[in-house]
Protein backbone atom coordinates (compact mmCIF):
# COMPACT_ATOMS: atom_id res chain seq x y z
CA UNK A 1 0.00 0.00 0.00
CA UNK A 2 2.88 2.50 0.77
CA UNK A 3 4.42 2.01 -2.61
CA UNK A 4 1.20 2.74 -4.35
CA UNK A 5 0.74 5.62 -2.26
CA UNK A 6 4.20 7.20 -3.13
CA UNK A 7 3.91 6.27 -6.81
CA UNK A 8 0.64 8.04 -7.06
CA UNK A 9 2.59 10.96 -4.79
CA UNK A 10 5.05 10.94 -7.37
CA UNK A 11 2.86 11.26 -10.39
CA UNK A 12 0.35 13.39 -8.66
CA UNK A 13 3.44 16.59 -8.40
CA UNK A 14 4.62 15.70 -12.13
CA UNK A 15 1.11 16.00 -13.26
CA UNK A 16 0.75 19.39 -11.11
CA UNK A 17 4.41 20.54 -12.78
CA UNK A 18 3.52 20.13 -15.85
CA UNK A 19 0.10 21.90 -15.81
CA UNK A 20 1.92 24.84 -14.30
CA UNK A 21 4.15 24.84 -17.22
CA UNK A 22 1.37 24.87 -19.93
CA UNK A 23 0.10 27.58 -18.05
CA UNK A 24 3.14 29.73 -17.48
CA UNK A 25 3.84 28.64 -21.51
CA UNK A 26 -0.23 30.01 -22.74
CA UNK A 27 0.62 33.03 -20.56
CA UNK A 28 3.63 33.80 -21.89
CA UNK A 29 2.76 33.25 -25.44
CA UNK A 30 -0.33 35.40 -25.40
CA UNK A 31 1.84 38.57 -23.30
CA UNK A 32 4.45 38.23 -26.29
CA UNK A 33 1.51 38.07 -29.44
CA UNK A 34 -0.08 41.31 -27.77
CA UNK A 35 3.11 43.32 -27.99
CA UNK A 36 3.78 41.96 -31.18
CA UNK A 37 1.19 42.94 -32.06
CA UNK A 38 1.13 46.56 -30.43
CA UNK A 39 4.43 47.09 -32.39
CA UNK A 40 2.87 46.27 -35.55
CA UNK A 41 -0.39 48.58 -35.01
CA UNK A 42 -2.72 45.45 -35.66
CA UNK A 43 -4.56 45.96 -32.59
CA UNK A 44 -5.31 49.82 -33.59
CA UNK A 45 -6.89 48.25 -37.32
CA UNK A 46 -8.86 45.18 -35.87
CA UNK A 47 -10.33 48.06 -33.45
CA UNK A 48 -10.85 50.10 -36.07
CA UNK A 49 -12.38 47.66 -38.03
CA UNK A 50 -14.74 46.44 -35.46
CA UNK A 51 -15.79 50.13 -34.82
CA UNK A 52 -17.26 50.77 -38.82
CA UNK A 53 -19.51 48.06 -38.61
Known sequence: MSAFLSCFASYLIKMIILVALGLCGGFI???LRQSSDR???VSEQVTEASSEE
Open 39 to 41: KKG
Open 29 to 31: GIK
